[in-house]
């Protein structure tokens, strides 16, 4: 009865809510190492992120810890990227409106899209259990025209924990369940209005906001001769509370101002992954992985939202990883029709990585493609 009772108290908070569609996008983590391989893959065990992305890969990671680390990511249009970095590089000489707005002129626009993972960070994933905190920074910005600009920028403090549960471990088969809760605090802060009014921004007159999330995430993982393995794991299941602050000069609650609350759906993500035999190579090429992720794997069969929704090659990222002398790491990959790359030196807990990928802000492939280059200095074993 215990049990009846919360399944349905579970219902009725979620029928409460609103399925929302607002630019609301759960929290992550800077994930260099997974960039160069095309993105997080559900079938990756060995990486310290596991309980992030499919918390049924607990069982076969082993222990991970995750110490205070920095990463970034920083995306630009390719056709922009390389005009954007030299008027950054030549600052001091540069005109900095004229040249921006010169820019727009010769382009379809700039959208910047920039992650910051700050060593507010430690995780630990031992006995198929785990438990996280992240701390990011985030900005995103959207200039579609000289006339035209919107513009994001905030923090998350990102706090996660979770388990596996061994279903079949004997022999040549291995099944695992996993759930993961997630809780959110977000700060952030709003501007909108014309490029050229950059210049004459009153920082302390824009609007800020809190929002706090509550999520979820299931999964379940079957691995045959341990070098095979295939996840389904339905992620990003949230609720959110989102309430106004006011101008940043004057922050405060008040009574006419409510939290407005709203739900996201989240969806099904399937994956595989190979562990293929290195043979007599062994001891030169220790370790060729490859993964395949497909996302919003639902989706595919909403025709109603069809015309509104990413194309579906987007979903797709395949990518692969050959550790070579136990030290270093070539990665490649694609997501969509976009090339990854990346490079990792590994010496006992320290690990640096580079990565460089395209990735997709519209919802066709081509309509409005991000170049990304990412670098961390991250410590775990």
């Known amino acids: 009865m215990r049990l009846k009772g919360f399944i349905c108290g579970i219902f009725s908070i979620v029928l409460s809510y609103s399925v929302s569609a607002v630019d609301f996008f759960a929290p992550t983590v800077v994930d260099v190492r997974s960039a160069g391989m095309g993105g997080s893959y559900l079938c990756d065990f060995k990486q310290p992120f596991v309980m992030v992305n499919n918390p049924s890969g607990m069982m076969f990671s082993g222990k991970q810890v995750f110490l205070p680390s920095l990463a970034f990511d920083l995306g630009l249009p390719p056709s922009v990227s390389g005009m954007m970095f030299d008027m950054i590089k030549d600052f001091k000489n540069t005109d900095f409106m004229n040249s921006l707005v010169d820019i727009l002129k010769k382009s379809n626009g700039i959208y910047v899209d920039g992650d910051i993972m700050l060593p507010l960070a430690y995780s630990r994933v031992a006995k198929n259990w785990g438990i996280g905190v992240y701390n990011n ?51 952030g802060i709003f501007h909108q209005g014309t490029v050229t009014g950059i210049t004459s921004i009153d920082f302390s007159q824009l609007p800020a906001s809190l929002t706090l999330g509550l999520g979820f995430d299931i999964g379940a993982t079957y691995m045959v001769w341990d070098f095979l393995s295939v996840s389904a794991v339905w992620k990003d299941f949230y609720m959110n509370w989102d309430r106004d602050l006011g101008p940043i000069s004057s922050m405060a609650f008040t009574e006419e101002d409510e939290w407005k609350k709203a739900l996201q759906s989240g969806d099904l993500t399937l994956g595989l992954g190979v562990q293929v035999p290195t043979g007599v190579l062994k001891k030169v090429l220790n370790s060729f992985a490859v993964y395949v992720d497909y996302a919003n794997f639902t989706k595919l069969f909403d025709k109603e939202k069809a015309a509104f929704l990413p194309h579906p090659l987007l979903n797709l990222s395949v990518g692969m990883e050959a550790i070579i002398f136990k030290t270093i790491a070539l990665r490649f990959g694609m997501i969509g029709p976009y090339l990854s790359a990346g490079f990792g030196l590994d010496i006992g807990a320290f690990h640096m990585s580079l990565a460089l990928y395209g990735k997709e802000k519209g919802l066709d492939p081509g309509s409005s493609p991000q170049a990304h280059g990412a670098f961390s200095l991250a410590f775990y074993y």
Request: charged share 15%.
């Open 137 to 187: 920074v985030f900005i995103r910005a959207d200039l579609p025209s000289v006339s035209s600009m919107s513009a994001m920028a905030g923090a998350d403090l990102f706090l996660i924990g979770g388990f596996s549960c061994p279903i079949i471990n004997e022999g040549i088969h291995k099944v695992s369940l996993g759930l993961t809760a997630e809780a959110l605090s977000r700060f």
